[in-house]
Every structure is written in C-alpha cells, then in structure tokens.
C-alpha cells in the first residue's frame, strides 16, 4: 500500500513537472461546465437551478459553484425574507453528490461543457474560488436581478471578454419578467394567481435577452447557440457538447408559450358570484337561513381577500420587494376587505334586527368600493404610465363584488325606470 502512494503521489508530481516544461499552465487541465437542473417540487424550485462545474485533471477534483445556497436556520430569516432582504451565498462541493441528490428529486440535468482558452478557463477558477471565500461569498438574493443563474450569467460573460452582453444585452426578449414567470407557475391555479395578484406593473415592460437570463434554462438556451470571436479572429462556438444526465418524470411542463390565464379565473369568479345569486334567492324563500350563509360567506371572501390585500401592503410600503411596487391591485384589495369579517359574522348572528340591517349595509357599500375599485384599474390603462397586467385579479373579484354591491339594485331601478317611461 505504501509503494502505491508514493507512485501515485510521484505519478502526480511528474505531471506538474511535465506541465511547466511544456509551458502548461493550470487551466490546460481544467474542463468548464454549466449544469442546468430543471423545476423541483418546493415553490422556490418551479424556476430550475443553476451551476458552474470546473473539473480538474490533475487533481482528479470536481467542484460544484454552486450560488442558490440559503438556510431556513440563518438567524431571521423569516423577518428578512418579509423585508426582501434575503441573504444567498455561495459555496463549492462535490459535483457527483450534487448530481445525485437533483438524480433523487427527479429533476432535469443537462451538463454544457464550455470550449474556452486555458487562460480563461483558470481566469474563470480563480474568481469562483474568490468568490466561495467567508468574506465574499454572501449576497442579497433578488429574484430577477441578482440570483443563481444572473450570476452564472455574469461569469460567462467574464469567460467571453463581454461578448456574452455584447450579443444579448439589447436584443429583445421573447416576453415580459410576468410572462416568464407564468410559464413555470400555470399548473398550480393559486399560486399562480397569488403571485401574479403580488406583482405589480414593472414586470409587465419588455425586456432584453440578457434580462431573461434570470432563468437558468434561458441560460443553456442562449450558451447552446452562441459563438464568440477567439484571440486569432476567428470564431467558435462557446459549448462544445451538451450532456442530459437525468430527466425527469410525470413533472408538469415549462411552457414555450405563456397561457392566458384569466378566463380561468372569470370562470370561478362567476361561480362564486352564482353560489352568492343563490344565497340571496334562498334568503327571500328562507330567510334567516339564507342571511346565515350570507354573512359566513362574506366573512370567507372578506378574511382572504382582506389577507392578500394586507400582505399587499406591507409589500409595497415597508419592504425592498421591488417588483411588488406600482400595483394598481392595492386601489381595490387591501386591509379595509378585512371588515368583511366581523361584519359578516354579525349579519349571520346578531339577534338584533337593526345591527343586522347596518351590518348589511355597510357590506353592500365595502362591496361597491370594491366593485368600482376594479374597474377603476381597468379603466385607467387608458392612460399613459398604466399598463399593469392584472386581469387574473379582475377576472376573479369583479364577478362576485358586483353581486354583492349596490350595483345590482341600481341596475334594477334603472330598468323599472326606463320601461315604466316606455308604457307611459
């Protein structure tokens, strides 16, 4: 055994010998890879992941940079993560373990070896290893600006010289920032509202392909195809072999091209405001029953919403979640719905007649600024500077809102009205 280690540790030491001889440097035996994993199952993995690999010959090492690392243990994580001050880092490990571990989760791996000159290559070691060092490797995660992939995105551009911005940085992308987030999200109906329900307008402007890179998948899309202009002037292609090592089963797909997602949501907002029609005909035929159902409903609908439009809030004025910010949603959804509740709760309890009545009444005119709050958002997209894409959220409220406000017994006057002129 100990013959075996000093050959392998001599075998090692020709090696190096015999790479300075031959004007070797230590990138000649180094190989790039960006490794793309596809969605997993936790909401955070929807948008897939994103890695540099840097093999090592000599050393036989293989080390995975990897700079989506978080901890639900950090200190506060929670209160940062509600201030959008969310802290990532970076960190290398073992390549095969992690393979494995997206290998167990049944996720997509699709490995893209990088065909780059040596210097680069250990250009490109050099600052992963600077950047896995304690007092360089943390970094506030944002979700479009600066994540995983933004920051593989940044490194083979460093790769290229610029010629990775250089090509992308004002070409046009296919769709918007909530557009690429809904190719990813459409399979799970609530959380692909309530995101869209928290996003406000200025993810609704075009973008350039350099932008869409907050995608991994993006990333291996555009590295696939892209050429570079080498030192002698001419031109090769940046991969040089694109490997699948795993691909997942029974996992809903990426869309190539966004759904439109609101007439889904018109649908249950209409089933809603039919189950409401319901309530009111049953409390003309059953009365105390019909205002039982009337107020527990209400309380529902006013807690959710009333939640949504609370958390809305606290978003848009108290947090650096800056997407969250210029949401017309707020006009309509936010902290007064949450009225609903103890006024609900008292049409469907009271003993009192009269507290009753001005709890009915009072939910008829929350209703009716809600009713008319929507379509104020709707309205105002006329204007210049207004241009949120919010219809999900319009599609879902409006339907039940009107039932519930005043609107219905104005239309019902101004009909009476218009046919008694008419016979007379």
Known sequence: ???????????????????????????????????????????????????????????????????????????????????????????????????????????????????LPAAKKEEVRAFAEWNVLPENRDYYYHHFKDNCATRIRDIIDLATDGQFKEAFGEAPGRYTLR??????????????????????QDIDTPITVWEEMFLPQEIGNRIEDFSLQDSAGGERKLVRSVEILNLALNRPVVLDVPRRQWPRELVLGLAIAAVLAFLFHMEQKRPEAGRIFLGIVQSLIGFFFGMAGSILFFMIFFTNHDYTYHNSNILYINPLLLAAVPLGILLAGSKNSRRRRRARMLLRCLWTYVFFGGILTMAIKALPGFYQQNQVTQALVLPFALVLSFAPGWITGLCRSFLGKRRG
Not at 40 to 62: C, K, M, N, P, Q
Request: glycine residues 10%; proline residues 1%.
């Open 179 to 200: 557009q690429h987030v809904r190719r990813h999200t459409w399979f799970s109906p609530f959380f692909d509202w309530l995101l869209n329900f928290f996003m406000g």
């Open 1 to 115: 055994m100990a013959v075996f280690f000093f050959l392998l540790a001599g075998g090692f030491l020709f090696a190096q010998n015999m790479a300075r001889e031959g004007g070797l440097g230590r990138g000649d035996y180094l190989t790039l890879k960006i490794a793309v994993m596809g969605p997993g199952d936790e909401l955070y993995f929807w948008w897939g992941h994103i890695a540099l690999v840097i093999e090592d010959r000599v050393t036989g090492e293989s080390r995975f940079y990897d700079y989506g690392i978080f901890s639900f243990d950090t200190e506060n994580f929670f209160v940062n993560f509600a201030f959008g001050r969310l802290l990532y880092h970076c960190g290398a490990s073992r390549t095969e373990s992690n393979y494995n571990a997206y290998q167990r989760t049944n996720r997509d791996i699709t490995v893209y070896t990088l065909d």
